[in-house]
């Protein structure tokens, strides 16, 4: 069975750092491209970072380069590693699985986890 859950989330002050994990069963990181995406109150999922072990590449949006980090530890599960968080970071964050080059467009993906709630607030 397919599935992905993520953990990590919570209430962090602008300028902190939280790190999120992605824990995926029954697919192989070698095969499978994870992203991380967010969602918040009213706005559109978007995608926020994504990385392939098999393409050897990853990529971030431009609101989080040099805050972001994504990483896996080569087995099953993938870390987004987030610094001087913002209060315009708050939203429900979301990793997903596809088969193929890693995408920040949330609609190239088919496999979901439930996501992470992660608020920044003073």
């Known amino acids: 069975q397919l599935q992905l859950v993520e953990s990590g989330g919570g209430l962090v002050q602008p300028g902190g750092s939280l790190r999120l994990s992605c824990a995926v069963s029954?697919?192989?990181?070698?095969?499978?491209?994870i992203g991380w995406f967010r969602q918040a109150p009213g706005k559109e999922r978007e995608g926020v970072s994504c990385?392939?072990?098999?393409?050897?590449?990853s990529h971030f949006a431009t609101s989080v380069k040099g805050r972001f980090s994504i990483s896996t530890d080569g087995k099953n599960t993938v870390y987004l590693q987030m610094n001087n968080l913002k209060v315009e970071d708050t939203a429900i964050y979301y990793c997903?699985?596809?088969?193929?080059?890693?995408?920040?467009?949330?609609?190239?993906?088919?496999?979901w986890g439930q996501g992470t709630q992660v608020t920044v607030s003073s």
């Open positions: 990385i392939s072990e098999m393409f050897g590449v």
């Open positions: 997903a699985a596809r088969i193929g080059n890693p995408l920040l467009v949330p609609k190239e993906y088919r496999i």
């Open positions: 029954g697919l192989s990181l070698d095969t499978y491209a």
